[in-house]
């Protein structure tokens, strides 16, 4: 993980992506992957988050998800 509040933004970005919060529009593929990395980092409450949302997704919708979660982590992101 870049720094040991890293999961937490990732966390964070989720929560606002599954519920709209801030002004920021509800996207629950954004949401999945900022929830995958965040679970990736250690946070388990982040499992939680995702699995909740997971039942309102296509399984599409998961695997575009997991997609981009590789896709960041490709670019570099460091997950843990």
């Keep these: 993980m870049h720094s040991g ?4 933004r990732w966390l964070d970005l989720g929560i606002r992506y599954s519920s709209g919060t801030d002004d920021t529009r509800i996207d629950l593929v954004e949401a ?3 929830f ?10 982040a499992q939680e988050w995702r699995s909740e949302i997971a039942t309102d ?3 599409r919708q ?4 997991q997609k981009a979660a590789r896709a960041f982590v490709a670019m570099g992101a460091r997950v843990n």
């Design 36 to 45: 995958n990395l965040a679970a990736m980092s250690g946070l388990d409450t």
């Design 62 to 65: 998961i695997a575009q998800a």
């Design 32 to 34: 999945h992957k900022w």
């Design 5 to 8: 509040d890293e999961g937490l």
């Design 57 to 59: 997704m296509t399984a």
